[in-house]
């Protein structure tokens, strides 16, 4: 009967190595870990920057539907910065052919005051109502 062959040292320096090298992977991960943090802090950044003008741009398709149909300009713009952003400023001129409303809101994030802010805009413009056009001279 023949005894198995002695375990050689190849085996106890992978285990040596493989201990050593636990220490690198989490300085890795704590290395790279800040600049994930950043990344996922502007991924979200862009995602109120894109819902913001997508309420400007509700906000100005409402306003301009409405005085399209004749309510007064402040009902309108009243309505429209209750669906605009906070802050937002918004703009309402009627002619005797159309009526344009234009809403711009100013973005930052909330976890970052110091930093810059993203002016978002949106117009919309609708044709007056027929009959209208009398109104609008007086």
Do not use: F, I, K, Y
Request: glycine fraction near 8%; include cysteine.
């Amino acid at each position: 009967m023949t005894l198995p062959a002695p375990v050689t040292s190849s085996v106890t320096s992978s285990v040596a190595s493989s201990r050593r090298s636990r220490g690198s992977v989490t300085a890795e991960t704590a290395a790279a870990l800040p600049a994930l943090m950043v990344v996922l802090a502007a991924g979200l950044w862009a995602v109120a920057v894109v819902g913001a003008r997508l309420e400007c741009v509700d906000a100005a398709r409402a306003g301009a539907r409405a005085a399209s149909r004749g309510e007064p300009l402040e009902r309108v713009r009243g309505g429209v910065l209750s669906a605009a952003p906070a802050g937002a400023v918004v703009a309402v001129t009627r002619s005797a052919e159309t009526v344009r409303v234009e809403v711009s809101a100013n973005v930052r994030p909330r976890w970052g005051v110091s930093l810059p802010g993203v002016t978002v805009h949106a117009t919309a413009v609708s044709v007056t109502e027929p009959g209208l056009e009398r109104q609008v001279m007086d």
